[in-house]
């Protein structure tokens, strides 16, 4: 009464040829990292998380760039969230946060949503709080119906 029938069964897959898939209720995002020995000059665009603890040149796109201390980033930059620990010098767009932690320097053209300096934080150049509707430069966040 409760045992599968064998034509039933031999249809279906096995857990083992299925391959495991796991669920998150959270989007997945991946991570980029540029390790601290590598020098990278070029463009970068992703929708994940870019962590720099290396050298970076050129053009970067993404939805969160992560300057470590040892970082030292010279690019132009589109982000939603960044967070600077090294250091940065160059033109950014950051729609969301941009935190300068203690040992980070920042140096540029800055349009910002939401900005944190710890003390000790450096950040020099022109700063213009940007206008929510402004900041969606990416395309990976326009929202559904917007050109």
């Given at each position: 009464?409760w045992?599968?029938?064998?034509k039933k069964?031999a249809?279906?897959?096995?857990?083992?040829s299925?391959?495991k898939?796991?669920?998150?209720?959270f989007?997945?995002?991946?991570?980029?990292?540029?390790?601290d020995?590598?020098?990278f000059?070029?463009?970068?665009?992703t929708?994940?998380?870019l962590?720099v603890?290396g050298?970076?040149?050129?053009?970067?796109k993404?939805?969160t760039?992560?300057?470590?201390?040892?970082?030292n980033?010279d690019?132009?930059?589109?982000?939603?969230n960044?967070s600077?620990?090294?250091?940065f010098q160059?033109?950014?767009l950051c729609?969301?946060r941009?935190?300068i932690?203690?040992?980070?320097t920042?140096i540029?053209e800055?349009?910002?949503?939401?900005l944190?300096?710890?003390?000790?934080?450096?950040l020099?150049?022109?700063l213009?709080k940007?206008?929510p509707?402004d900041t969606?430069?990416?395309p990976l966040?326009?929202?559904?119906?917007q050109?």
């Amino acid at each position: 009464m409760w045992q599968r029938s064998k034509k039933k069964s031999a249809e279906e897959p096995s857990d083992s040829s299925r391959g495991k898939i796991f669920r998150s209720p959270f989007k997945m995002v991946e991570t980029t990292i540029i390790s601290d020995s590598s020098n990278f000059k070029g463009n970068i665009e992703t929708e994940g998380t870019l962590i720099v603890h290396g050298s970076v040149k050129g053009i970067i796109k993404c939805g969160t760039l992560e300057i470590l201390q040892e970082g030292n980033v010279d690019a132009q930059v589109e982000a939603e969230n960044v967070s600077v620990a090294g250091k940065f010098q160059g033109e950014m767009l950051c729609s969301g946060r941009l935190n300068i932690l203690s040992t980070g320097t920042v140096i540029g053209e800055i349009a910002y949503g939401r900005l944190s300096i710890e003390s000790g934080g450096q950040l020099a150049g022109n700063l213009t709080k940007s206008k929510p509707k402004d900041t969606a430069v990416l395309p990976l966040y326009q929202e559904i119906g917007q050109s």
